[in-house]
């Protein structure tokens, strides 16, 4: 008689392991997906930025007589300061929590993302002689969207970056 002692062990194919729920998986798929999210939030912040600013930037300009640079600065450092809450809250809030350190590299970068867009703003303005009603507005959207495409690269990089074991 045969007893399972006896019996040659039989080698089982190991089974497939199971993808961690907290880890996602790296398919270009997944990743262009992940892509499209982020960025249709941080448009959708940046649309809400672009709205404080040209409201901020129009009445400090044509509602009380403000300077045009003072008026683009000041009404895009008011944007800058909402923006941050709506990525760090909304945006970007799966990233990781280095606060004081990304408060220091958004505004920096911001800081810097100001300076471009004053640039471009002070060229079609002064340089152009966009400076009528309808001519300010042009060049201040130009300028957010040339500055914005900075903004998002640096701060998807740089600010708002992903903890190391998501990746």
């Known amino acids: 008689m045969t007893t399972l002692q006896d019996t040659p062990a039989v080698a089982l194919p190991e089974a497939a392991p199971h993808p961690d729920p907290q880890t996602p998986t790296t398919t270009p798929r997944r990743r262009l997906v992940r892509y499209a999210k982020e960025l249709t939030k941080f448009g959708l912040v940046g649309v809400s930025g672009v709205g404080v600013n040209f409201v901020v930037f129009n009445l400090l300009l044509h ?16 944007a800058m300061g909402t923006n941050y809450l709506g990525f760090r ?46 001519g300010s507005n042009l060049a201040k959207a130009g300028s957010i969207v040339l500055a914005s495409a900075f903004r998002f690269l640096v701060y998807r990089t740089w600010v708002f ?3 190391a074991q998501r990746d």
């Open 63 to 78: 509602g009380l007589g403000r300077g045009a640079m003072t008026s683009t600065v000041l009404a895009s450092c008011i």
């Open 161 to 163: 970056q992903h903890d």
């Open 89 to 134: 809250f909304f945006a970007y809030r799966d990233r990781s929590r280095r606060t004081k350190q990304q408060i220091l590299l958004f505004f920096v970068f911001s800081g810097i993302g100001v300076a471009v867009e004053s640039g471009l703003f002070y060229v079609a303005y002064h340089g152009m002689a966009m400076d009528g009603p309808l």
